[in-house]
C-alpha cells in the first residue's frame, strides 16, 4: 500500500519521478517498517509481524526466501526489460500478487480499498481477505477493474459457502479462494506473553 508513491505511474523508471512524487520520508521498506514499528500499538504491532508458536516457521519462511537469489546475466541488452506476464488470462505489469491480510481496517479505515486501487494503478493482482471490513462490494466497487481475487475462511454450512461464491462472482472476482490451514485458531506465544488469549 504506502510503496505505491515510490514510483512514476506511467514508467516506473526512477529517472522520470515526477517531482511531487519523491518521497520525502520513506526511500526504503527498512524505514516504512520503523515507522510502522513507533506508530503502531503493541497489540496490533504483535498482529502484523507475529506468527503462529514460537515463530519458528516464520523465521524459516524468510531464511528460504533469503536462500534465492537473483543470477546475474552480464553483458546483456537491458535497453528493454518486461518482468510482465499474465495470470488468470490477464497481464499484469509485476509477476505480484498483493496476499489476503484480514482485519486491515485496524491499521488504517480504509486500507483494503487503498490496496485494491493500489494494485490496480500497479496493474498486479489483488485478494482480498475475507476477514476485512469493508466487505467484497465496496473493495470491487473501489476498483472493479482490477484483478481481483476472493478469500474465504470457512466457518459456516453449504449453503452459507454457496452465497459467498454466488457474491463473489456478482462483483466480479476473477477468481475465489479458500484458505484451508485454520480449522482452529493458531496458539500464537506472542499473545499468550501477554495473556491475550481467545
Ligand atoms: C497479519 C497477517 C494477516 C493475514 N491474514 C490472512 C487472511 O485473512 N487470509 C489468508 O488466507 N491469509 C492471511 N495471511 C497470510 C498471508 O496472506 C500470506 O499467505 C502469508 O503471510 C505468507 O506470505 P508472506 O511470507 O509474504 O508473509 C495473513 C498474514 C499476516 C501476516
Not at 524459516?60 to 526466501?65: D, E, F, I, K
Not at 546475474?72 to 488470462?89: G, K
Not at 473501489?142 to 481475487?149: E, F, G, T, V, Y
Amino acid at each position: 500500500m504506502g510503496l505505491h508513491f515510490w514510483y512514476d505511474k506511467t514508467s516506473m523508471n526512477q529517472k522520470n519521478l515526477a517531482p511531487h512524487a519523491v518521497p520525502k520520508e520513506f526511500m526504503t521498506l527498512h524505514e516504512l517498517v520503523k515507522k510502522a514499528r513507533q506508530k503502531l500499538n503493541h497489540d496490533n504491532w504483535d498482529y502484523i509481524v507475529g506468527a503462529t508458536e514460537t515463530e519458528t516457521t516464520l523465521k524459516r519462511n524468510r531464511q528460504a526466501l533469503d536462500a534465492w537469489a537473483f543470477r546475474p546475466r552480464v553483458l546483456q541488452d537491458v535497453s528493454h526489460c518486461d518482468p510482465s506476464t499474465s495470470f488468470l488470462n490477464r497481464k499484469i505489469k509485476l509477476p505480484l500478487l498483493l496476499a489476503p491480510v484480514g482485519s486491515l481496517e485496524l491499521f488504517v479505515a480504509d486500507a483494503a480499498v487503498a490496496s485494491v486501487k493500489s494494485a490496480n494503478e500497479f496493474s498486479i493482482a489483488h485478494m482480498l481477505s475475507s476477514v476485512c471490513q469493508p466487505g467484497m462490494e465496496v473493495v470491487a466497487q473501489a476498483s472493479p477493474d482490477a484483478l481481483r481475487i476472493f478469500q474465504l475462511y470457512v466457518h459456516g454450512d453449504s449453503a452459507w459457502i454457496d452465497e459467498m461464491i454466488d457474491r463473489a462472482i456478482a462483483c466480479g472476482n476473477a477468481a475465489f479462494c479458500i484458505t484451508v490451514d485454520s480449522a482452529v485458531y493458531s496458539r500464537r506465544e506472542r499473545d499468550i506473553a501477554k495473556r491475550n488469549l481467545r
